[in-house]
């Protein structure tokens, strides 16, 4: 159980174009799913937090008109990277926060999205 | 200084070698506490919760010392398939569940 899926898993783009990345919890669900962002040889950095039904909460220094985030249902979160650039390139990974009972606080990562843009 | 650090590494260790690694916390009120294990370019997975009273799986034993403000993590006969980068997580405010993560500790266990 607790499986989260990420799509595409690997992006390349040129410069200018918007990519969309999608994070879906395929066997529970969660009202908060988080954005991460990893460049080489550092740790996660938590980009935003992803509530269902009401806007996102970003974190200090993120841009959010550059990245769009929708968590349109209790399965499905979208990142929107808008005119990316080379220093987008990045491994953006998403985790959800189960709904459970007692619920331990563990969160579940997707396989992340290698993005590099050209 | 930062919420969450780990000592980045590496640590090179031997088959068979016991090696421990701690992180540090800044918050006192941290609520949750847990070790992820992340190969490279792959998603972090969930190693062990880190609970009050410290608790083992297997090789791995986790323990908290909410006094000093660490988790520590160590691993008993290390085997060649225990190489990643170890990253400790903390949990801040449990109504937001959101985790602040360590820059992770890097493990090489050679033959």
């Known amino acids: 159980g607790a499986v989260v899926s990420q799509h595409p898993s690997w992006v390349i783009c040129k410069s200018g174009t918007s990519v969309k990345i999608e994070c879906r919890s395929l066997?529970?669900?969660?009202?908060?799913m988080f954005w991460y962002r990893q460049f080489p040889k550092q740790s996660l950095m938590l980009m935003a937090t992803?509530?269902?039904?009401?806007?996102?909460?970003?974190e200090q220094g993120v841009e959010k008109d550059k990245f769009l985030i929708n968590h349109a249902s209790l399965t499905l979160s979208t990142l929107t990277v808008t005119s990316a650039h080379p220093e987008d390139s990045s491994f953006y990974i998403c985790?959800?926060?189960?709904?459970?009972?007692?619920?331990?606080?563990?969160?579940?990562f997707g396989p992340g999205t290698r993005l590099t843009v050209l | 200084r930062k919420e969450v650090e780990q000592d980045p590494g590496p640590f090179n260790v031997p088959e068979g070698a016991t090696v421990a690694f701690n992180c540090t916390y800044s918050?006192?009120?941290?609520?949750?506490f847990f070790w992820y294990r992340q190969d490279c370019r792959k998603e972090p997975k969930l190693l062990m919760s880190?609970?009050?009273s410290g608790n083992e799986d297997g090789r791995f034993t986790a323990q908290l010392n909410r006094a000093s403000q660490y988790i520590s993590l160590l691993i008993r006969d290390s085997k060649l398939s225990d190489s990643a980068t170890y990253l400790c997580?903390?949990?801040?405010?449990?109504?937001?569940?959101?985790?602040?993560f360590g820059g992770g500790t890097r493990l090489m266990v050679k033959p």
């Open positions: 992803s509530n269902e039904g009401s806007k996102a909460t970003y």
């Open positions: 880190v609970y009050s």
């Open positions: 997580a903390v949990n801040f405010n449990n109504a937001g569940n959101m985790l602040t």
């Open positions: 985790s959800a926060d189960p709904i459970l009972a007692g619920g331990g606080n563990e969160q579940f």
């Open positions: 066997d529970f669900q969660a009202t908060t």
């Open positions: 918050n006192s009120a941290s609520q949750s």
